[in-house]
T-cell receptor, first 115, second 116 residues
Framework: GESVGLHLPTLSVQEGDNSIINCAYS??????FIWYKQESGKGPQFIID?????DKRQGQRVTVLLNKTVKHLSLQIAATQPGDSAVYFC??????????????FGAGTRLAVHP | DAGVTQSPTHLIKTRGQQVTLRCSPK?????VSWYQQALGQGPQFIFQ???????QRGNFPDRFSGHQFPNYSSELNVNALLLGDSALYLC???????????????FGNGTRLTVT
């Protein structure tokens, strides 16, 4: 069945280092991918998204890489800060159709940033 | 610019009872989706409403139902509550598009439902 999984459930980094969070997806029909950050007691917060016709997309301190050959998605966070500590989810969406936007989420990776 | 707002923030119910959760979408959004997030897991899609109709549904029983109002706000109803329904219920809004690019979902902070 469809699934979105993560390689590492917990990632610990030093403040100032770069972080890389990985994600594998299994539905080759998905054409849209998105990363969310969820802090304790809050809902998921949009970070960055990417369509399947792209390999890379950059935002502010974040970069998403998409490798469709191996169905792999990664989120890179530059100069990680304590405020980046949270659970990160990748999610995929089937081929877009008429505004539908059903997301399939993985279990999440916890990022812990140490001073 | 108000984001997605949900009420109540916390709720405790007894098995067999019914519950209604409410959601107001982000300003300018017309589509509302509901997700269930069990502790330590990723959100799972329940259903999505657009133009006051349910247009997609996840793998949830008919005990889960919803409604969307003309002002785009939405309700999630769960009947005959089970212990396993205890979770964080998230509402997300987006803007329906006729093009080929998805509108990112914006989530509220959720309603924490505890069934005892």
């Amino acid at each position: 069945g469809e699934s979105v999984g993560l390689h590492l459930p917990t990632l610990s980094v030093q403040e100032g280092d770069n972080s890389i969070i990985n994600c594998a997806y299994s539905n080759s029909a998905s054409d849209y991918f998105i990363w969310y950050k969820q802090e304790s007691g809050k809902g998921p917060q949009f970070i960055i998204d990417i369509r399947s016709n792209m390999d890379k997309r950059q935002g502010q301190r974040v970069t998403v890489l998409l490798n469709k050959t191996v169905k792999h998605l990664s989120l890179q966070i530059a100069a990680t800060q304590p405020g980046d500590s949270a659970v990160y989810f990748c999610a995929e969406s089937p081929v877009f159709s008429g505004g539908y936007n059903k997301l399939i989420f993985g279990a999440g990776t916890r990022l812990a940033v140490h001073p | 610019d108000a984001g997605v707002t949900q009420s109540p923030t916390h709720l405790i119910k007894t098995r067999g009872q019914q519950v209604t959760l409410r959601c107001s979408p982000k300003s300018g959004h017309d589509t509302v989706s509901w997700y269930q997030q069990a502790l330590g897991q990723g959100p799972q899609f329940i259903f999505q409403y657009y133009e006051e109709e349910e247009r997609q549904r996840g793998n949830f029983p008919d005990r889960f139902s919803g409604h969307q109002f003309p002002n785009y706000s939405s309700e999630l109803n769960v009947n005959a509550l089970l212990l396993g329904d205890s979770a964080l219920y998230l509402c997300a809004s987006s803007l329906a598009r006729t093009g080929t690019y998805n509108s990112p979902l914006h989530f509220g902070n959720g309603t924490r439902l505890t069934v005892t």
